[in-house]
């Protein structure tokens, strides 16, 4: 059987292995496919046996082994160096087996083809190749494609690329079976008539079909070479196809012809030729109606937008933009710069080097206020105090903003042409409210946020918003607590300060029986109280007397408390299941220590099971319901249904939003679910404690049962995409809801049934 050879598959002994495919009457050889093959690898063979080159340059041995191939056809492939790096040494058939010996200059790069008479060469292969070593690659052959000719003249030859392949039969036809795959020139022939036409051979397409004109004159060949290649031709007004060389050939008769050449960006060509007794070959290359925009990037054109025809281009630089020959309108547009608008000209294959200048739209602006106070500009922050850079043309606002302050702002134009500008803003004017103290004993000193105002009684004008009192008198115990003035109105505090009582004990140090605790809760941003005093807020560390302290943290409205036993090894006390406080009392005393039962150790060794704020895996869920099922025949049925899975709640139980999912085995009505949920909740009520919600999802369902069913004849496994929509509550460690689920099925003997059921699932 005859073969043609479609693939060399290059094989990288001893690991690896790639191939390399054939394209259109060539030898394909990946060159990344080849390694050196150490001696010992190779039986029977010695490196020292590669000989140098004329030269005395390094050699390296490639060995070929070929399947499906004759060593007479073996002997046909040659070695086709390309330029002068490269000796070809040897190149011979093996002496044992189907194989092919190269030897050949070990240079780095060594670039040759392999190439064969029939099927020309191959692509250009570079190696690094080393000498002293040996490559081995495999080749293998595959069979040719054979076609079918028909014809209308039975005894008609039939050529393909001017090779003679024999005679229509009775039938018209003519069978070829060593066709290789890709385009071919065919010709039939019968007496002084002919038809020739391109055919292109695949593994489908193997019919073709070629009458012979046997009436009218003798014709002769038209061959038109077009560039571009993508082009149009026309000849008296009929579409002529164009190979992808750009190549068109028909048989025309004598006379005179009009024809048209035409492509995209090119200027369209027409003219005429005539057929006379020969072979016509006319070339046509169209003049491009194009040419190429360039625009630097460099100065103020660095970064700026550049519009053509307003159509956007991209941002500088722009490199060899192809534009249609002829005026087009230019835009560029950058950040205080001047729009910029031009028309230019495109001359045909021409490059337009365009380098505008841009006109500055900017000033340098100074801005100074309060050396306090916050400068926004256009409700963006710019810095404190002073800020000074470049402002856009037009109108601006510029404010000075400082807590519990007004703000002060300014409208400002900005002139490109004054080069520079300077404004300065009032200072923010603060807001009051009015703070009284008063304490006993009497006479104690004030201090709000650390500033001595005065003694009680006092009454002050303080700035809005929260600060921090502290009452102290030599002999008593200071108290501080926290405060939030409002504008125009005033708060009263009164104090009650302790004796301090005295201790022969000498205090070594302010930290002396005190511990540095970390007061841990969900939300940095909650008040702290200890004792009764406000601290600051939570998730910060604070030093807190030896004994039992009672702590409080105020969150979103809401107080929650607890005792706390503080000694040298407490580090840290956890508030999130803090018990809710509904009639706070700030100024609780701390119970002695044999008073309380502590609830937990909230040192840093405790483990507080509830503060699970995070995904931490899945957790075990248990589902019990009842399902009614509609069939068919509308008639009303109650099947019982039994759920259990594992379920994942992401995010806490508090979130306003909560996604549950997991999976599930599901049974009713004699039928097995295996079933994965994906349910959306929405908290519409919650707190602290937990929320109600309700949700929507589906349960990606698996159905199976490996049981005959008398009802539908045979076992069934499929999907379904049930609707679901449940109403529950989430607290920390459990979930109740009531779940509708819906489900509708094809092709099973179930229509549709409506599952109405309870889920209680416990988090661990």
């Not at 061959?223 to 031709?233: D, G, I, Q, S």
């Not at 030729?273 to 360039?294: H, I, M, R």
């Not at 511990?515 to 807190?544: C, F, H, Q």
């Amino acid at each position: 059987m005859k073969r043609y050879i479609l693939t060399l598959l290059a094989v990288v002994l001893p690991y690896f292995c790639t191939f390399a495919q054939m394209t259109k009457n060539s030898i394909e050889i990946d060159a990344s496919s080849f390694a050196p093959v150490q001696t010992d690898m190779i039986s029977g063979v010695a490196i020292d046996k590669i000989g140098k080159d004329h030269s005395n340059r390094e050699c390296a041995r490639i060995k070929m082994r070929i399947n499906r191939m004759t060593a007479t056809e073996i002997g046909e492939l040659s070695v086709r160096p390309r330029g002068g790096n490269v000796e070809v040494m040897k190149c011979a058939v093996a002496a044992e087996g189907n194989g092919l010996i190269i030897e050949l200059t070990a240079k780095e790069p060594t670039t040759f083809y392999i190439t064969h008479p029939k099927y020309g060469d191959s692509n250009e292969v570079s190696l690094n190749l080393e000498g002293g070593k040996e490559y081995k690659l495999n080749a293998e052959l595959q069979y040719l494609q054979p076609i079918v000719v028909e014809s209308n003249v039975a005894g008609a030859d039939v050529y393909i690329d001017n090779e003679y392949k024999g005679q229509t039969n009775e039938n018209f036809k003519l069978t070829v079976s060593d066709i290789m795959r890709g385009e071919h020139n065919l010709r039939v022939v019968h007496g002084a008539l002919e038809s020739v036409q391109t055919i292109s051979v695949t593994g489908s397409d193997i019919h073709f079909r070629a009458n012979i004109n046997q009436e009218g004159e003798k014709s002769y060949w038209v061959v038109f070479k077009v560039t571009p290649e993508n082009a149009w031709l026309e000849i008296d007004n009929e579409n002529i196809d164009l190979t992808s060389e750009g190549v068109a050939q028909k048989r025309m008769r004598n006379g005179a012809y009009s024809y048209m050449v035409s492509a995209k960006d090119y200027h369209t060509e027409f003219g005429e030729f005539t057929v006379k007794d020969n072979k016509l070959e006319k070339s046509v290359t169209l003049k491009p109606a194009f040419g190429w925009l360039n625009i630097e990037s460099s100065g103020d054109l660095a970064g700026a937008e550049v519009y053509v025809d307003d159509e956007r281009i991209g941002t500088t630089p722009i490199k060899s933009y192809k534009l249609a020959s002829g005026t087009h309108n230019v835009r560029i547009s950058k950040q205080m710069f001047k729009s910029y608008k031009a028309t230019v000209l495109i001359e045909d294959n021409t490059p337009l080097n365009y380098n505008p200048t841009l006109e500055p739209n900017f000033a340098n602006v100074t801005i100074t206020t309060d050396s306090g106070a916050l400068i926004y500009i256009d409700e963006i922050y710019k810095g404190i105090g002073t800020w000074s850079g470049q402002l856009e043309a037009g109108s601006h606002v510029i404010e000075a903003r400082k807590n519990g302050h007004r703000t002060t702002l300014r409208e400002v134009v900005i002139i490109p042409e004054d080069g520079s500008q300077s404004f300065t803003l009032p200072d923010p004017k603060p807001i009051y409210g009015s703070l009284t103290v008063t304490s006993t004993p009497p006479l104690a000193t004030v201090l709000v946020d650390g500033k001595t105002i005065g003694q009680t009684p006092i009454t002050e004008d303080v700035i809005i918003g929260k600060h921090n009192v502290t009452v102290k008198k030599d002999g008593y115990n200071s108290q501080s607590i926290a405060v939030t003035i409002e504008e125009g109105k005033e708060v009263a505090k009164h104090v009650d300060l302790a004796v301090k009582t005295t201790t022969s004990t000498t205090t070594t140090s302010t930290t002396a029986n005190k511990a540095n605790v970390m007061i841990a809760y969900n939300y940095s941003s909650a008040e702290v109280y200890v004792d009764g005093n406000y601290v600051g807020t939570a998730n910060k560390s604070y030093w807190l007397n030896y004994g039992v302290r009672y702590i409080i943290v105020k969150s979103q409205g809401y107080y929650y408390g607890m005792y706390a036993n503080i000694d040298s090894s407490t580090k840290q006390v956890l508030m999130y299941n803090a018990p809710k406080v509904y009639n706070p009392q700030l100024n609780v005393k701390p119970q002695s220590a044999t008073s309380i039962t502590p609830k937990k150790n909230y040192s840093s060794k405790s483990k507080h099971t509830s503060n699970r704020k995070k995904i931490e895996g899945f957790n075990i869920g248990i589902s019990l319901g009842g399902s009614i099922s509609m069939l068919e025949e509308d008639e009303y049925e109650t099947e019982g249904e039994f759920n259990l899975g594992l379920a994942w709640r992401l995010w806490r139980h508090n979130s306003l939003f909560n996604v549950n999912t997991g999976i599930q085995y599901m049974r009713t009505r004699g039928i097995n679910f295996l079933t994965f949920p994906v349910v959306l909740n929405w908290n519409f009520f919650r707190d602290e404690d937990g929320g109600m919600y309700m949700g929507l999802g589906t349960e990606f369902s698996l159905i199976f049962d490996p049981l005959q069913k008398e009802y539908y004849g045979r076992a069934y496994c499929g999907t379904a995409y049930p609707f679901v929509y449940q109403l529950g509550i989430g607290l920390r460690d459990l979930d109740m809801s009531l779940y509708l689920k819906y489900y509708s099925f094809e092709r099973f003997y179930m229509d549709q049934f409506l599952s109405l059921g309870l889920r209680i699932t416990y988090f661990f």
